[in-house]
């Protein structure tokens, strides 16, 4: 018999984070379905990890018991790693890296289909990351529209559109974004069937599903050639419309900014306080 165990799902992280909290004294505000929610894609490995750290950062705080911000504070020390308290960066950078982070997350808002922002933070970590913006789901995915994928576009590359606006050049630090919006753009065109031109033919097929992921394509090199003019043009569409968006509403880009400079972290709350305001 062939057993292939998968990730858990919602209903198997919240299970596993029981199993490694039972001995551990939750507060009353801990709510393991949020934590599930947002730990989309993590193993139980990840998950252990994750309830240890929070025990571990409870007792440095002086308490008895491990509250929901200890949870999500774990969390992020799993997917990011610890914050980089000695790195110093230059203002220039600081203030680039707190708009770049804004970028993301107002175009993100700006989206039907996004995910809501649940903190932003320009303190480095120990995983390479000088800034990032958390995103929590309100409900286990499985399946993501046509829409939704152009949207997730748009949040890619709402860092570097803010880059350009503000400080009209472009950095280094939009890399990661740049890699993911491709891949996610030429998966479009070659495995999803949401190309006009190829319909639902399938282009690339991906090997070795747990074993990272290797994918291939199946065409000729005329098509490969028509390939990465799809995905260039998408691309620079959604490039366009993160520009559109950030130029629409650059006096909230500018606060938002300048807030986020000043206290490095913000909340979820406080970015739609002002956005709302």
């Not at 007792?59 to 200890?70: C, P, S």
């Not at 992020?76 to 308290?85: L, P, R, Y």
């Not at 175009?107 to 320009?122: D, G, L, R, S």
């Not at 472009?170 to 974004?177: I, K, P």
């Amino acid at each position: 018999r062939r057993i292939t165990i998968d990730r858990p799902n919602l209903a198997g992280r919240i299970a596993t984070l029981e199993v490694h909290t039972r001995n551990i004294k939750l507060g009353e505000d801990v709510d393991l379905k949020k934590v599930a929610l947002a730990t989309a894609g993590c193993v139980g490995a990840d998950l252990a990890n994750l309830a240890n750290e929070a025990a571990l950062r409870a007792v440095r705080k002086g308490r008895k018991l491990v509250t929901q911000e200890d949870m999500l504070a774990a969390f992020e020390f799993v997917i990011a790693g610890s914050e980089k308290k000695g790195s110093v960066l230059t203002e220039f950078e600081k203030k680039l890296v707190a708009y770049h982070e804004v970028g993301h997350a107002m175009v993100a808002y700006k989206q039907k289909n996004a995910e809501p922002v649940q903190k932003i933070t320009i303190v480095p970590r120990t995983m390479g990351a000088l800034g990032y913006v958390m995103h929590v789901p309100e409900e286990e995915k499985y399946l993501n529209t046509e829409a939704e994928i152009h949207d997730m576009l748009v949040g890619y590359l709402g860092g570097r559109a803010a880059e350009e606006i503000v400080f009209d050049t472009v950095t280094t630090g939009a890399s990661n974004d740049i890699e993911q919006a491709t891949k996610l753009a030429r998966g479009m065109i070659t495995r999803y069937g949401m190309s006009d031109n190829f319909d639902m033919v399938a282009l690339e097929t991906v090997t070795n599903q747990y074993l990272g992921g290797d994918a291939s394509l199946a065409c000729s090199a005329e098509t490969q050639a028509e390939i990465d003019r799809q995905v260039v043009d998408l691309v620079k569409k959604q490039h366009a419309k993160a520009v559109r968006i950030l130029q629409e509403n650059r006096p909230k880009l500018d606060e938002l900014a300048k807030f986020l400079y000043e206290k490095e972290t913000i909340t979820g709350e406080e970015f739609m306080e002002i956005l709302n305001q």
